[in-house]
Nanobody, 125 residues
């Protein structure tokens, strides 16, 4: 089970950190990812982090502003978002997968088999 939290309403230029707590699975066996879905748009990849936290990958448009991290002692993955703008308004989802573990970082929605409920991030301009 994945539980996302930390979303909210912020101003353009602000920072926000969302979190995702995992339970009921061996957290260190999974690659963790963040995705987001804006109204009327498809769900899109944001970032992924390897099971041991040593590898990360970002969508090119977000890699300069977002940072994914994880704390395996707390079974939690984080997404730090800086310099937010209105285009970042979306429901943000965390997800877990064993696809590609120790080989590559999964970036497609179909590669992830467990999803959190999403947390809304709204950026006002």
């Amino acid at each position: 089970q994945l539980q996302a939290s930390g979303g909210g309403l912020v101003q353009a230029g602000d920072s926000l950190r969302v979190s995702c707590a995992a339970s009921g699975r061996t957290f260190t066996s999974y690659t963790m990812g963040w995705f987001r879905q804006a109204p009327g748009k498809a769900r899109e990849f944001v970032a992924a982090i390897s099971n041991n936290g040593r590898g990360t990958y970002y969508a090119p448009s977000m890699k300069d502003r977002f940072t994914i991290s994880r704390d395996n002692t707390k079974n939690t993955v984080y997404l730090q978002m800086d310099s937010l703008n209105a285009e970042d308004t979306a429901v943000h989802y965390c997800a877990a997968t064993r696809t590609g573990v120790n080989r590559y970082l999964a970036t497609s929605t179909y590669e992830y088999d467990a999803w959190g409920q999403g947390t809304q991030v709204t950026v006002s301009s």
